[in-house]
């Protein structure tokens, strides 16, 4: 009994500790009497006691390694220091197991390597205003050299890039004076819009003045043109109540006088003598009431 009770421990102690369940997202590489047996992955899984062993216990999920800053010479001669950041994914764990020693250290240094590499074909202005450009020629070289390795390297990002502090002087004199420029320039373009605008302005002002006057004038002249004829319609008008109403020529002859005792009416200074006056008797009666109406300071002649 004693026999089976410690048989039983024994296998228990044994068993247990060698079945295994590996998780989502992991893999073990396991090898047998020190040579590579096979890969697990998610489930449960069982090895031999003394004869199997896990070697390696890999992560499957996309890894995220920011790299210490790397002083790098651009074309120009320029030092200054670059940091990146890289984006990985293990898709093999035979190979990131066999493939290279501390594969975080050797994807480090090939970084570095790759970066003063491109760095070092680009000039300063170059450098600041390409990073896409650097970005894709790293995520290319490094996807490619680490193949061997079980890694596949989706995305690299410089994430800073610092000159010296005289290069960072002088690029921030340069900006400053460019955003001055650019200031003076939207100046004077709001000035000449301006300008522009008030010509106009003054243009169409003085068009819709000329307009005004010009429609003012047009008014009063039909106005005064209207006033003629009206004027001219009721004389006409009145000449053909008379001879409707059969006047004379005497009648006539009466109106005749009082039209000219209207034009002698006050400064008048020539008088024109119509010509039904028949005698200078009846022309000095005329005359001498229109000058006694003219004046009324002279009393009126003797009754008829």
Known sequence: MEILI???IIAIVIIIPNIKIVPQSKAYVVERIGSYLTTWHNGLHFKIPFIDRIANTVVLKE???DFEPQPVITKDNVTMQIDTVVYFQITDPKLYTYGVEYPISAIESLTATTLRNIIGELELDQTLTSRDIINSKMRSILDEATDPWGIKVNRVEVKNILPPRDIQDAMEKQMRAE?????KILQAEGEKKSSILIAEGEKESAILRAE?????RIKRAEGEAE????IKNAEAEGIRLLKEAGADHAVLQLKSYETLSKMAD???????LPAELSNVATFGTVLQESLNDSTKTIKKGPRE
């Open 6 to 8: 410690i048989v039983l």
């Open 63 to 65: 890894m995220v390694r």
């Open 179 to 183: 955003r001055e420029r650019r200031e």
């Open 212 to 216: 005004a006057e010009k429609e003012s």
């Open 227 to 230: 006033a003629l004829l009206k």
């Open 266 to 272: 006050g400064n008048a200074t020539k008088i024109i």
